[in-house]
């Protein structure tokens, strides 16, 4: 079982950047899909981006950005630290919400692991 935590959220005026950190305990991290999910308030929580496991090294690196964020977020890995990122470029105010991290399966998104406390994102118009 993999524990995840967010941090590096913060307030940022429009246009600025955030980079996200999960950081994972436990065994295996390389075999997970992971995915980053937001809330923002009175909304359904929702898939940001989503980066394959590794189990396969031979296979490379799957991504997968929402429309909204495509092409200004980027979803990374770093198994060496057992951590995935997500560098938020050119913010909008829409993307103000609590961000989340969880281990999924790939191919839908579904949150395979419980919740963790997230990490708040707000941006100043």
């Known amino acids: 079982q993999v524990q995840l935590v967010e941090s590096g959220g913060g307030l940022v005026p429009a246009g600025g950047s955030l980079r996200l950190s999960c950081a994972a305990s436990?065994?295996?991290?390389?075999?997970?899909?992971v995915g980053w999910f937001r809330q923002a308030p009175g909304k359904e929580s929702e898939v940001v981006a989503v980066?394959?496991?590794?189990?396969?090294?031979?296979?490379?690196?799957?991504?997968y950005y929402a429309d909204p964020v495509q092409g200004r977020f980027t979803v990374s890995r770093d198994n060496a630290a057992n951590a995935v990122y997500l560098q938020m470029n050119n913010l909008k105010p829409e993307n103000t919400a609590v961000y989340y991290c969880?281990?999924?399966?790939?191919?839908?998104?579904?949150?395979?692991?419980?919740w963790g406390q997230g990490t708040q994102v707000t941006v100043s118009s």
């Open positions: 969880n281990t999924v399966a790939y191919r839908d998104a579904l949150p395979l692991g419980s």
């Open positions: 980066i394959s496991s590794t189990v396969l090294s031979s296979k490379p690196v799957n991504t």
């Open positions: 436990g065994r295996d991290f390389s075999n997970y899909a």
